[in-house]
Each structure stands twice: as C-alpha cells, then as structure tokens.
C-alpha cells in the first residue's frame, strides 16, 4: 500500500487546514457541555490521541503556510524596493546629454520621440532601460521612434529636478521657439 503524499498535500490548502484547526480545537479544548451537546464525547473519549495530532500536525501547516505567505508579500514589497532604489540612482547618474534627450519628454509631455539609430545616447539610454524602440518602422532608414518607459515618465514628471539644468534650458529654447515673433 502506497501513501500519494502528493495528493494530501495539495488537499490541505490553508482553508481546510484552518478548519482542523478550529473543530480540533474546539474539541480538545471547547467546553465538555458543547461537546457533550453535540453528541462527541464517545466519539473524543476513543480518537483523542488522534484529534490531538491533527491538530498539532494542522496548526504546523498552517503556521508554515502563513509564513510562506508573509514571506513572499515581503519579499515582493524588498524587490519592488530595491528596484526603486535602482532606478532612482540610474536617473540621479544621467549625463547631462541623456537628460537632454529626456527633457523632451517631460517639456512637450511626449511619449514618442525620434532618435537617429547612430545616437549614441539614446541607445545608452535603452541599455539602462529608460527608453524603448517603440516601432521597427524608420524615418528615410534613420531615425526610429524611442519611448519613454512608464515608470521613467512617473519618476521625472514626479522629480523634474532630476533633468536640471537642462530641463530649463530646454524650456526656454522652447518658449522661443513658440513665443510669436515681436
């Protein structure tokens, strides 16, 4: 005769887990009245022993799994922590020719841009994963379309002090450019 401890382990998920807990608990430990009531007491005078490791092996499941649990909520909220972090010093370490491209982005509130395919920068950009290609068609074979990744966007929209001085310099360049001729 063989034990599927496979089978029984994807049988006790935590709900059924919590509930040997409680009824095992409430017999081993409940009032003898309710017991008594409910009609259990022949049944826990002759499986007590028994009752009595189901409900340490449940309750060691199911304190195994809620640690499983909090364990990988925590270790999400460190990983999405870290990757915070991460990103912050990779905008706070831009070259001021990368902040320059950027600025685009946040002066006009553009999610597209054009960049030539040679720009050094650009490409630099992609490789620290602020910007993306975001077509493989080209303008004349030159310039491709680059985005800006959405958690940049949020980052610089939030922090525009991340971009000075180019990011002013960029907006004056573009009020001029705006501004009707006097």
Same mark, same amino acid.
């Given at each position: 005769?063989?034990?599927?401890?496979?089978?029984?382990?994807?049988?006790?998920?935590?709900? %059924?887990?919590? +509930?040997?807990?409680?009824?095992?608990?409430?017999? /081993?430990? &409940?009032?003898?009245? @309710? *017991?008594? $009531? %409910?009609?259990? +007491?022949?049944?826990?005078?002759?499986?007590?022993? /028994?009752? &009595?490791?189901?409900? @340490? *092996?449940? $309750?060691?499941?199911? +304190?195994?799994?809620?640690?499983?649990?909090?364990?990988?909520?925590?270790?999400?909220?460190?990983?999405?922590?870290?990757?915070?972090?991460?990103?912050?010093?990779?905008?706070?370490?831009?070259?001021?020719?990368?902040?320059?491209?950027?600025?685009?982005?946040?002066?006009?509130?553009?999610?597209?841009?054009?960049?030539?395919?040679?720009?050094?920068?650009?490409?630099?950009?992609?490789?620290?994963?602020?910007?993306?290609?975001?077509?493989?068609?080209?303008?004349?074979?030159?310039?491709?379309?680059?985005?800006?990744?959405?958690?940049?966007?949020?980052?610089?929209?939030?922090?525009?002090?991340?971009?000075?001085?180019?990011?002013?310099?960029?907006?004056?360049?573009?009020?001029?450019?705006?501004?009707?001729?006097?």
């Amino acid at each position: 005769m063989t034990i599927d401890l496979r089978g029984i382990a994807d049988a006790l998920k935590p709900p %059924l887990l919590i +509930a040997l807990v409680g009824v095992s608990g409430l017999l /081993l430990f &409940g009032p003898s009245q @309710l *017991v008594r $009531t %409910l009609g259990l +007491a022949a049944l826990l005078e002759k499986y007590r022993p /028994l009752i &009595g490791i189901i409900f @340490l *092996v449940a $309750t060691a499941l199911t +304190a195994i799994a809620g640690f499983t649990y909090l364990r990988s909520v925590l270790q999400g909220w460190y990983q999405a922590f870290q990757a915070h972090r991460r990103r912050m010093a990779c905008l706070q370490s831009l070259t001021p020719a990368e902040r320059s491209v950027l600025a685009e982005y946040i002066v006009f509130n553009k999610s597209t841009t054009q960049q030539l395919i040679s720009d050094g920068v650009a490409q630099g950009l992609v490789h620290k994963t602020i910007l993306y290609r975001s077509t493989i068609l080209s303008d004349e074979w030159l310039a491709f379309g680059y985005n800006l990744q959405p958690w940049a966007s949020k980052m610089l929209r939030a922090q525009p002090e991340l971009l000075e001085p180019q990011l002013s310099q960029y907006e004056q360049h573009a009020q001029k450019k705006l501004s009707p001729r006097t």
